[in-house]
């Protein structure tokens, strides 16, 4: 079955640390993204990408790097600069022009400790 | 700027108790507003798109439907596992790039 595979579940992040949340589609869909979700929020939007080795910041990319080397993948690196990472975060990917509604992983949920 | 807000932010009813859940939006130049469910601890499942006012679409007990300013998701005689949060989102261009602006949600609770 065609999805998106988001890893690991839970992450705990230490404080100076960078870790990389993976996301992984096959889907063949061009557009991918990543939001981050804080409770009794919305989704907000992080980062972007329409095809592969292009990116672009969404509303809230401070603290976060992401890279698209390949259509499939698209992981997210949260960095130390980031100073409130606690979240869960989120990545979807967009068939053309989203007729079909984007198609959501399971999250990944980010710890601090 | 683009803006989602949803109402009720929680919703209890009682099994087989009808109600609708609000989403109210702006945006310049909508391409599509969209419904998705989420349980806890896991991502959005896509529900429906509406594209134009006046257009209605419906999925076992839900019916969604769409005006100008906003859209509704009617629930028929809700049973338990429709118990989840609702999000509302709206697509559209900014720059070259389709995007969703997301509502903060509805958290609808369905009692035995």
């Known amino acids: 079955d065609g999805g998106i595979t988001q890893s690991p579940k839970y992450l705990f992040r230490k404080e100076g640390q960078n870790v990389t949340l993976s996301c992984e589609q096959n889907?063949?869909?061009?557009?991918m993204y990543w939001y981050r979700q804080d409770p009794g929020q919305g989704l907000r939007l992080i980062y972007y990408?329409?095809?592969?080795?292009?990116?672009q910041k969404g509303d809230i990319a401070e603290g976060y790097s992401v890279s698209r080397e390949k259509k499939e993948s698209f992981p997210l690196t949260v960095t130390s600069a980031q100073k409130n990472p606690t979240a869960f975060y989120l990545c979807a990917s967009r068939d053309g022009l989203g007729r079909l509604g984007y198609t959501f992983g399971s999250g990944t949920r980010l710890t601090v400790v | 700027e683009d803006q989602v807000t949803q109402s009720p932010e929680a919703l209890r009813l009682q099994e087989g108790e009808s109600s609708s859940l609000n989403c109210s939006y702006t945006?310049?130049?909508?391409?599509?507003l969209f419904w998705y469910r989420q349980d806890p601890g896991k991502g959005p499942e896509f529900l429906f798109t509406l594209y134009s006012a006046g257009e209605e679409k419906e999925k076992e007990r839900l019916k969604a439907t769409l005006t100008k300013k906003e859209s509704f998701l009617h629930i028929t005689a809700p049973k338990p596992e429709d118990s989840a949060t609702y999000l509302c989102?709206?697509?559209?261009?900014?720059?070259?790039?389709?995007?969703?602006?997301f509502g903060s949600g509805t958290q609808l609770t369905v009692l035995p």
């Open positions: 889907l063949n869909h061009d557009a």
């Open positions: 945006v310049s130049g909508l391409r599509g």
């Open positions: 989102a709206v697509q559209a261009v900014r720059g070259s790039a389709r995007q969703l602006t």
């Open positions: 990408s329409q095809i592969v080795n292009d990116f």
